[in-house]
């Protein structure tokens, strides 16, 4: 069974800019949610989506944005980049039922 | 405001000895407490989780100690081996009686280095 698999792995973009990450869950985790992590933060929820619809948001900017697909892919955007967004973006998929939350290996975004 | 506080910030163990990582909550609403482990380059994967209505969990050389009027929880790992070699992440979420997943309030993660 695969797992939580995130394209692109590594990104370089400027200031100012936008990007936009994906995210496939496990086959049958209709739970996904995403997560920031950088050195000085650590791990930080951002927002998660069952069925479409955001459930949880956590305390990012609305430059931070996502959504859910019918078949339960996820894309993060977010917009005018600043040099603090540069971090880890991890996607986590759940069956959304009490169960393992489990994450992808991450995008490593960096913003110069 | 930093809902779960973790630590040692790093931690050095010889081989086979105890590796112990503590944690403490603030929200009395969480329910649910896993440890993640997470290696340079990959994203955390789940060692082991409790609930409150037990007071530990054990499954092979990780155990899970949870003291829920003190609202801590530990991670002792056993015999600890080199290649235990990670970060690792205590996690709290707030999950009720639908089990509604998943919103984890991480730790800041402790580095633990095995040595031989």
């Known amino acids: 069974k695969a797992g939580v698999t995130q394209t692109p792995r590594y990104l370089i973009k400027t200031r100012g800019q936008q990007v936009t990450l994906s995210c496939s869950p496990i086959s049958g985790h209709r739970s996904v949610s995403w997560y920031q992590q950088t050195p000085g933060q650590g791990l930080q929820f951002l927002f998660e989506?069952?069925?479409?619809?955001?459930?949880n948001k956590g305390n990012f900017p609305g430059r931070f944005s996502g959504r859910q697909f019918s078949n339960s892919r996820s894309e993060m955007n977010v917009s005018t980049l600043e040099l603090g967004d540069s971090a880890l973006y991890l996607c986590a998929s759940s069956s959304g039922l009490r169960n393992t939350i489990y994450f992808g290996e991450g995008s490593w975004l960096t913003v110069v | 405001q930093q809902q779960v506080k973790q630590s040692p910030q790093s931690l050095i163990v010889q081989k086979g000895g105890i590796s112990i990582i503590n944690c403490a909550y603030e929200n009395t609403a969480f329910d649910y407490f896993p440890w993640y482990q997470q290696f340079p380059g990959k994203g955390p994967a789940l060692l082991i989780a409790i609930r409150p209505d037990v007071s530990e969990k054990k499954e092979g050389r990780f155990t899970i100690s949870f003291n829920k009027s003190a609202k801590q929880f530990s991670l002792h790992i056993m015999d600890s081996q080199p290649g235990d070699s990670a970060t690792y992440f205590c996690?709290?979420?707030?999950?009720?009686?639908?089990?509604?997943?998943?919103?984890?309030?991480f730790g800041t993660g402790t580095r633990l280095q095995v040595t031989l």
């Open positions: 996690a709290a979420d707030r999950r009720g009686y639908t089990g509604t997943a998943s919103k984890l309030t």
């Open positions: 989506y069952f069925s479409e619809t955001q459930r």
